[in-house]
């Protein structure tokens, strides 16, 4: 029972890197997010998508990009990675309507940058 | 807006104690309501849930109610073990169509033998 997957569990980056988080899940599910999780704040959502090819913004999207490349794979890109985007940063997928109000997360990605 | 205000830990039980982790929300209309729970290197899970006013959610000796009177959604177990050693994340879906949650900031719970 896969789930949600990320890669890579680890990262460290120097100033203006750029990465992609990798995230896939095998459930089916339409909707798909990204969050990020700080000490003393929570999560906190970066980016989500609806259905395949569509994308929104979340409380936090500045500095990061996003692409629903299929309906199973949700990335997560940093063009030029700053100190402040040192975070675990969670993927999450979900099915539609009350029913289904429950969100599958994966493991984590922990970076940190430089 | 909405937020989601939950005390600050950890918290630090003996085995068999009672638990109560304090959860007030503040959101328009009438959100679900969530507790979720991170085990040490893990991602979030899904402990429990309720959708309206009076509902009670409960899971693994786990229970909260949702409060509309107090905007309150106070997780409680009646007696704790080691395995609950865990974050605990209080969180509203505010979402529509999908499921977008706003979370807590989380209380670590740890349990002593």
């Known amino acids: 029972n896969a789930g949600v997957t990320q890669t890579p569990k680890f990262q460290v980056l120097k100033t203006g890197q750029s990465m992609t988080l990798q995230c896939a899940q095998d459930m089916n599910h339409n909707s798909m997010y990204w969050y990020r999780q700080d000490p003393g704040m929570g999560l906190r959502l970066i980016y989500y998508?609806?259905?395949?090819?569509?994308?929104d913004k979340g409380e936090v999207p500045n500095g990061y990009n996003v692409s629903r490349l299929n309906k199973r794979e949700f990335s997560l890109r940093l063009e030029s990675a700053a100190p402040s985007q040192t975070s675990v940063y969670f993927c999450?997928?979900?099915?539609?309507?009350?029913?289904?109000?429950?969100?599958?997360f994966g493991s984590g990605t922990q970076l940190s940058v430089l | 807006g909405n937020s989601v205000t939950q005390m600050e830990g950890p918290v630090t039980l003996s085995e068999e104690a009672f638990l109560t982790i304090n959860c007030t929300y503040t959101a328009t209309g009438y959100p679900s309501l969530f507790w979720y729970v991170q085990y040490p290197g893990e991602g979030l899970q899904l402990l429990l849930k309720a959708t309206k006013a009076d509902d009670k959610g409960s899971n693994k000796g786990f229970e909260a109610t949702y409060r509309k009177e107090t905007t309150s959604f106070h997780l409680e177990k009646g007696s704790v073990q080691v395995s609950d050693s865990a974050v605990y994340f209080c969180a509203l879906r505010y979402g529509g169509a999908t499921n977008k949650l706003i979370f807590g900031t989380g209380t670590l719970l740890a349990v002593q033998p």
């Open positions: 998508s609806a259905s395949e090819g569509t994308t």
């Open positions: 999450a997928s979900s099915d539609e309507g009350l029913a289904n109000e429950k969100l599958f």
